[in-house]
């Protein structure tokens, strides 16, 4: 939830220093009759999940892609049986296809 706009979410992003001198980034998402979008933005998701996983791809307006961070509450890393972490292989694809992009823009 945003602290200084109630009924709205906040993404914090860390960005490189030369991006914003903080290390950090911070973006207003709003909520529509359709779901959420971040403001300055047309583009809209059902629901924050959505959002989060697109921008996993696509960067937009942020200023790179949004990388999970391999923790237990993410749903693309899982515990195994002998208490060691093993990632989805959906989770590699995905980092496979944001590198590949990247290239692409190169």
């Excluded at 906040?10 to 903080?22: I, Y």
């Excluded at 979008?37 to 697109?54: F, I, R």
Aim: charged fraction near 25%.
């Amino acid at each position: 939830d945003s602290s200084t706009h109630p009924g709205c979410y906040a993404l914090s992003v860390r960005v490189p220093k030369f991006e914003n001198p903080t290390g950090i980034s911070h973006y207003l998402i709003l909520k529509t009759q359709r779901g959420v979008k971040l403001k300055g933005l047309e583009k809209e998701w059902p629901d924050l999940l959505a959002l989060v996983t697109h921008h996993t791809v696509m960067s937009e307006m942020l200023p790179c892609t949004l990388r999970l961070p391999h923790k237990s509450k993410n749903p693309a890393y899982k515990d195994s049986e002998d208490g060691k972490k093993e990632d989805d292989p959906d989770y590699q694809r995905l980092s496979d296809f944001t590198s590949m992009m990247a290239a692409l823009k190169n």
